[in-house]
């Protein structure tokens, strides 16, 4: 069975200060690794995603993602977060051209 | 481009009212999808279409039903409508012209019913 976990409901975190959120997956073949951020009142807004190839990988606003592939995870990373980070995150994996597995969300909060 | 599109953005029904919630795109795109998210549940995927004129079920279709007439429409429908129905409704659409395509979300409907 698929699926995605994200153990921490929220994470605070003060500003200025790195910031991870955590993702690990149960999937079957290869899996396709996103994480979206939502906004109060928003729809989810693409902020990476892992495919295939460097393990790092980057996307919008500063952050990055690093895929293990022993430890099946996809934690999402910032070098130093902002106030206007705050907002809640959403790890999702697709194994095809189909289904996407999200995870409950993490509620990030920055303080400044 | 407007991207994706969602009517209405909010509506309160009571027990056994039916609704259509309307998503368009303007992106040419091939797949859309509508999932519902609750509270400490994420997304739940409700049904999606691959195509104009098709549609499957995904995790949670129960209560619901779809359409794709046109290519860039997807409409929800709820033909008695529950309490447990009362949720966030997202659609979203892609290319997936290869595994791993972006999903694209419109902004959400906000839906009570009680």
């Known amino acids: 069975a698929q699926s995605v976990a994200q153990p921490e409901d929220q994470v605070n975190v003060a500003e200025g200060n790195p910031l991870t959120v955590k993702c690990t997956y149960s999937v079957s073949g290869n899996p396709y690794l996103f994480w979206y951020v939502q906004y109060p009142n928003r729809g989810l807004q693409f902020l990476l995603k892992y495919i295939t190839g460097d393990n790092l990988v980057k996307g919008s606003y500063g952050f990055e993602a690093e895929f293990n592939k022993s430890q099946t995870s996809f934690h999402l990373k910032k070098p130093s977060a902002l106030v206007s980070d705050s907002a809640l995150y959403f790890c999702?994996?697709?194994?095809?051209?189909?289904?996407?597995?999200f995870g409950s969300g993490t509620k990030l909060n920055v303080k400044p | 481009n407007a991207g994706v599109t969602q009517t209405p953005k909010f509506r309160v029904l009571k027990t056994g009212q039916s609704m259509t919630l309307l998503c368009a795109q303007d992106m040419n795109h091939e797949y859309m999808y509508w999932y519902r998210q609750d509270p400490g549940m994420g997304l739940r995927l409700i049904h999606y279409s691959v195509g104009e004129g098709t549609t499957a079920k995904g995790e949670v279709p129960d209560g619901y039903n779809v359409s794709r007439l046109k290519k860039q429409n997807f409409l929800l429908g709820l033909e008695s409508a529950a309490p447990s129905q009362t949720s966030v409704y997202f659609c979203?659409?892609?290319?997936?012209?290869?595994?791993?395509?972006?999903?694209?979300f419109g902004p959400g409907t906000r839906l009570t019913v009680l």
């Open positions: 999702a994996v697709s194994y095809n051209f189909n289904k996407f597995y």
């Open positions: 979203a659409s892609s290319y997936q012209r290869e595994p791993g395509d972006t999903q694209y």
